[in-house]
């Protein structure tokens, strides 16, 4: 712990050396564009892989980056950073390699973990002739990787925090990508939603307009 907080205290040193502002100005406010869901893997930090700074990312991470309808937690930060923060963008981040959809493709039982798994398990099946059809176990794990991500990005979209957020004309635009541990390059799932008309017409909520 000393040698973690003796680097801190580096850290902070070299960022007021480089910006003497930099932490007076970010303790006024933050102002990020992005929120980033991730996987809570140690080696896909959001800041990082981004070159971000402090204040440029608002970031909820868990295992296998899910976006549960239910989850209070995720949802609790999903509303702050739309309704609060106005990010304008919503990027969903999977890796391959991730232990949770590996653990996910197994019929191990792990334990309380597998209520959380389950969500990829669904995903699996609802995908599971395209996942079946890839080369390999390792091709059918990237695909699983790619495909829940893409189930994430869906989940949040119809969120009726989001589609308040577009009923009352803010943009704001959901994102798929997915990292890879081996070359530290993100690539874009080219899968993006920003209209209620592509979440789905049963998922699609009306608004009643407030009378002033
Ligand atoms: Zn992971």
């Given amino acids: 712990m000393d040698d973690l907080l003796a680097r801190n205290r580096a850290w902070a040193a070299r960022r007021t050396a ?16 992005y929120f980033w869901l991730g996987c809570s893997d140690s080696r896909v930090p959001a800041n990082e892989i981004l070159d971000l700074d402090p ?5 909820h991470r868990n295992v296998a980056n899910l976006a549960v309808h239910n989850d209070l937690n995720f949802l609790s930060v999903l509303q ?4 609060v923060l ?6 969903v981040t999977g890796h391959y390699g991730c232990g ?14 597998d209520y959380w798994l389950r969500y990829i398990r669904d995903v699996h099946e609802r995908y599971r002739e395209a996942i079946e059809a890839a080369a390999g176990p390792e091709e059918r794990e990237d695909r699983l990787c790619e495909l829940n991500v893409e189930t994430q990005v869906m989940n949040i979209a119809r969120t009726p925090i ?12 959901m994102h798929g990508l997915v990292y ?11 899968y993006r939603v920003s209209r209620p008309e592509e979440i789905g017409e049963p998922h699609q909520l009306t608004f009643r307009r407030r009378r002033d």
Wanted: glycine share 10%.
């Fill in 18 to 33: 480089a910006d003497p502002d930099f932490f007076p100005r970010l303790s006024r406010q933050q102002a990020p564009r």
């Fill in 55 to 59: 204040g440029e990312v608002f970031v």
């Fill in 80 to 83: 702050f950073a739309v309704d």
């Fill in 86 to 91: 106005r990010v304008e963008h919503v990027i």
């Fill in 100 to 113: 949770g959809v590996r653990a996910a493709l197994g019929q191990q039982r792990l334990g309380i973990v």
């Fill in 162 to 173: 989001v589609q308040a957020a577009w009923a009352r004309g803010q943009a704001l635009t």
């Fill in 180 to 190: 890879r541990l081996h070359d530290g390059i993100l690539h874009d799932l080219g």
